[in-house]
């Protein structure tokens, strides 16, 4: 089997999986969910990393650092805020 | 692709991201789901870190310090009211960075992808326009939110045409890039060889992108706002999986396609709680024939009551239920409201509130307010559930909403005919706190302020709350 095609296969179950974990949020978690989904969205940070690392050529390298920025802002602000907002979530 | 450990270590990180989502779905372990997905993103950032032989380190860490402090700064000082803002600059960062590294990996490519192989071609392209696209739409939808750029519907004639063409040029450019054969085809037509449109060809598909971005969220209102925001939360999911793809990582493929389904998903539910389709939603340009309806406002006689008079009603009500709306965000307005809950609490009265799924800007968000004001999240009844109350409510206490209980969606000729709505009207006395009469984002007149049961309270929402808080102590 192809590599392109092991990709593929990984989406898909992958996506399956979202699909089931999530179909029962109640809508006081929505943004929560929404945050934090958001920030996991950050896993561009890997690639970007992974870019960067071995990065010779200079736009390579100032695409690579722009998107560890980037991607750093949203991964670590967005689990940052969304722990900040369900710690507000209590039952009295 | 890497070595073994390092691909048992994803394998890890992605069980957690799936474990950390599904706790993210109960109120109860919410805070530890948080937890255990971040657990999952420093453990794979760790790995790769390792796994690499890194030539700059100094840049690697200095990146990722600044965007740290940036990212912790704006997460800890950002105001409540304004997370609908701070979600969507997020998620647009989240897709410049999906578009960063596709872009980088073209150039490391020899800034020519049909040497790459069709694959690799494809999924840069994918992943550069989807990544560039959310960039832009969410800055735009920042914009919106903060109130930078216009809340109301931007259109302009031939709109949809003119996004058709641009689509279909990015298609074009987008082939071409991908597939040497579209490549030979299509440069002499730009006067070039198949080998030097490369460079060319793929700044225009970053450009078509970010203005495919702009274009595809100008001409959406803000009461569609939780629509937008949280499509394109998915959008950046799906950039970092196409990113996966181009980088053959797995992590970034199940990460990315686990943020793309909750988007999906949360787009859906907003959806169907406004009774419209997404095509509907996206190229609706909803809005902007209300202004008509607009000319018959003032004309009818309303009741209105000051603090005094709506602090006996409350005061002296058996059950009050408290309809929240966007307008107690703008006024930030929830902490006063608490403390008008809580003395009518201590007087016996019950008090719940009813929160529409779409009420604010982004899905959820009146339930974020009301936590930042201490309120019980068991007090929050959604929408079937506070329906089933209002028949027996005795006040229902509207504050800065207006099309979530606008009865005109029972009315099939209306133009939001059969959006669910909350059945207040039903409840034996409504108080309607709200700055004027005017439509709300669906444009249309109200007939809730108009009925004999409705008193309007006018003002500011946090002014005439503040106001409540004292009449309400001495009532």
Redesign the interface.
Known sequence: MGELLILLYIFVLATLAGREVISKVPPTLHTPLMSGANAISGIAIIGALMVTAAAGQLWVKVLGTAGIVMATINVVGGFMVTDRMLQMFRKR | MENTITQIVYLIS?VL??S???L????AT??S???R??LA?LL??VV??LD?????WT??LA??A???V???L???Y?E?TA?PQ??AV??G??????A??A???F??AGGSSPSLGV?VGVTIVLSTLIGAVTFSGSLIAFGKLQGVVTGKPVTFPLQKTFNGLLFLLTLLVGASLAHVAVADAVAPLVGMGGLEISGPFFLTLVVAALILGVLLVIPIGGADMPVV??LL?SY??I???T????????????????????????TQ?MCKAMNRSLGNVAFGAFGTEGQTAKAKTGERPVRDVDAEQAAMVLAYAGSVAVVPGYGLAVAQAQHELKKVCDLLEDRGVTVRFG?H?VAGR????M??LL??A?V???K?L?LDDINAEFDSTDVVLIVGANDVVNPAARDPDSVIAGMPILDVDKARTVIVMKRSLSPGFAGIDNDLFYMDNTLMFFGDARDQMTELVKEVREA
């Open positions: 992605a991201f799936v950390g989502i599904k993210l779905s109960s109120p919410a805070r789901g948080n937890a997905a971040s993103m794979a950032i790769t870190l690499h032989e890194i030539l700059n840049t690697v990146a990722m600044a965007g740290a940036i990212g912790g704006l997460a800890r950002i409540m997370m701070l979600v997020f998620n960062f989240g897709g410049g960075a999906s960063a590294v872009a980088a990996e150039v490391r694959d925001v949280s939360n950046s999911g950039a970092a999986a990113t996966g793809f181009v980088l053959n990582n797995y992590i970034l493929i199940i990460a990315g396609s686990l943020v793309g389904a909750a988007g999906l998903i949360l539910l929160v799924p982004m899905p959820g968000h339930n974020v936590a930042e201490d019980s999240y068991d929050l959604d």
